[in-house]
């Protein structure tokens, strides 16, 4: 009878904390596209991104098409990473590809190092510590991220599609297949840096602090990773600790072929996570 | 009611103990003040009944929970000093949020967050940011966000730091109003504001319980208070005519202009009359006489 209502009174707690998540993750998105700040990223966002749309992705896909595999540029580079772009049916997303998976990295270690922090600073993280778990914070915000991060790569994704489908509209069918695989790859490739993020975050208390920890934690983990490399030379794995690491086998493979080095992002955005949480746990505010 | 539990309480930064061993119990009843010098350890006390810092040792139970655990959702509140809103949202968008999280519907959130504002006279600043209001409309923003909902137990602290005297006065009306429907434990260093709406007052000091204490007793008989407009003769020849009056047994003197008189109340109960008496007599001017002691004589003389 007992353990029934502490299963009850946990099932209740947990049911609150996901609600609570929601909500939160929810209020990122009008962080984004409601707040003056917000607004400004995404102007800035959109500025890049037409950039990127008119000249490298369109130039870059006309230069692709005057070309066929096995042609100039293939025999020019000599890669398999352009050989397998070349293979690609709509050239317009194999240069989106390409250019998101370092692009889109950038954006968002840029656009998601103040989770928590500038809240941790001005005394609002207690006023919803009041009403919700750290748990809640911690999990509502990095959902929140993922959330705009989601849109905005589906605002990049259409785009493009606009582009192809000014070029030929006969392809919507397979473009739109494609984007899909594209969208889903893009937000795996996003999980760990952001989750990076939500770890620096939880220690800092500008965004400014959090991208610094951020840097330096690569830095370090670059030095060790590598001296540990050189010293070790049969040490499994060391090459794949860094958030990105899968990103040059991914330029290699093609479809949902792709997923088949999600692992990594998961595994890394998994022990990132963890981290995070354990901070905020911890820390006093 | 057991309201808080502290056994043993510690927290400390590097050597620094900002709560040194603190044992105390307190129920749920009329407001209770939480006073003590700077670094005494009351905001940090306040810090851990709410789940904001962790206590290096000892134990803490809140309403019979650990703080910050999930059950004391919605049943503690509070309005913690340094605490601001999120200068890139308005008021209402914020409140609503946090109502949202306290459990309520979308329509039911709207029309908490428009209750507590029009309870603090300030429903106009719904759709105004924080940084739009001045300082005392934004403690009572913050003091509206800590009466969203049914909470057991709020905690205020420094509620009244910084405001005018219209300011103080509109925050003593508003917590006296609010008490009705839950235990307050308010810091501050203002003793006469918490004298008006205390009824227990936890003293700390360096980190430690210094005490429990009634205000109801400082209002007891025994003591009178002289509260002088003017020192027209020299503090000793006061306090030798003052002694002089059958039944008082000590006068001492609390700078600037403040004598607090004990006598035996049970045997000499005209003692306020020939202490006025006295001073017609030579002519002294006051400002007042009050039965019993004020909070700061009874904490610290």
Redesign the interface.
């Known amino acids: 009878m007992l353990s029934r209502v502490m299963i009850q009174i946990i099932t209740i707690r947990i049911v609150t904390t996901l609600h609570n998540i929601f909500i939160l993750a929810r209020y990122e998105l009008s962080r984004m596209f409601l707040t003056r700040r917000g607004l400004l990223s995404l102007l800035a966002f959109a500025l890049v991104w037409f950039l990127v749309l008119r000249y490298a992705i369109y130039g870059a896909a006309q230069f692709f098409m005057a070309d066929s595999p096995g042609g100039l540029i293939v025999s020019f580079f000599n890669s398999t990473i352009i050989n397998n772009l070349m293979s690609w049916q709509i050239p317009e997303l194999a240069v989106f590809w390409v250019i998101s998976l370092y692009l889109l990295p950038v954006f968002c270690v840029a656009l998601t190092a103040d989770q928590t922090a500038s809240d941790r600073a001005r005394g609002t993280l207690r006023l919803l510590h009041l009403r919700t778990t750290r748990d809640g914070i911690f999990f509502g915000r990095f959902f929140g991220q993922m959330l705009v991060l989601f849109v905005l790569v589906l605002l990049a994704l259409l785009s493009t599609l606009v582009l192809i489908l000014l070029r030929d509209d006969s392809l919507l069918i397979p473009a739109l297949r494609l984007s899909f695989i594209l969208l889903v790859n893009l937000l795996l490739v996003l999980l760990p840096y952001t989750a990076l993020m939500a770890w620096v975050s939880s220690m800092a208390r500008s965004a400014r602090q959090a991208t610094l920890y951020a840097v330096i934690i690569w830095i370090i983990c670059s030095l060790v990773t590598g001296w540990l490399s050189s010293r070790f030379p049969g040490l499994w794995g060391l090459d794949k600790v860094l958030p990105g690491a899968q990103v040059s086998g991914l330029l290699q493979l093609s479809g949902w072929n792709t997923l088949s080095l999600a692992y990594l992002p998961i595994i890394q955005t998994g022990v990132l996570l963890f981290l995070g949480r354990l901070m905020m746990q911890r820390s006093d505010w | 009611m057991n309201l808080l539990n502290c056994r043993g309480l510690v927290k400390k930064y590097g050597s620094t103990r900002a709560l040194d061993g603190i044992d105390l119990t307190l129920d749920a009843g009329a407001p209770i003040a939480l006073i003590g010098p700077n670094g005494a350890g009351k905001t940090t006390l306040f810090?851990m009944v709410?789940?904001?810092?962790?206590p290096s040792s000892g134990e803490i139970e809140v309403l019979g929970s650990k703080p910050?655990?999930?059950a004391l959702?919605?049943r503690?509140?509070?309005l913690?000093q340094?605490?601001?809103?999120?200068p890139?949202?308005s008021i209402g968008?914020q409140l609503v949020?946090?109502a949202?999280?306290?459990?309520l519907s979308a329509k039911q959130a709207q029309l908490e967050t428009q209750r507590v504002l029009e309870q603090v006279e300030l429903a106009q600043t719904f759709a105004m940011k924080p940084e739009a209001l001045s300082h005392g409309m934004r403690k009572r923003v913050m003091f509206a966000?800590a009466l969203m909902g049914k909470p057991e137990l709020v905690l205020l602290d420094e509620p009244t730091a910084g405001l005018d005297p219209p300011n103080v006065k509109a925050m003593r009306n508003l917590i006296s109003e609010a008490a009705t429907e839950a235990t307050f434990i308010i810091s501050s260093h203002n003793l006469d504001e918490l004298e008006k709406v205390c009824s227990s007052v936890v003293h700390l000091e360096k980190g430690k319980l210094k005490g429990v204490v009634s205000i109801d007793q400082s209002k007891s008989s025994g003591y009178l208070t002289l509260v002088m407009a003017e020192l027209t003769a020299e503090v000793e020849q006061i306090q030798a005519v003052l002694s002089e009056i059958a039944g008082v047994s000590a006068v001492n003197f609390n700078a600037p202009n403040r004598f607090l008189l004990d006598y035996d109340a049970a045997s000499y109960p005209q003692t306020d009359q020939q202490v006025m008496q006295k001073i017609s007599a030579m002519g002294w001017k006051y400002r007042q006489v009050v039965n019993g002691r004020t909070l700061e004589d009874q904490l610290y003389f």
């Open positions: 810090s709410c789940g904001f810092l962790r910050g655990k999930s959702h919605s503690l509140a509070a913690p340094d605490a601001n809103l999120d890139r949202f968008h949020l946090f949202r999280l306290q459990g966000q």
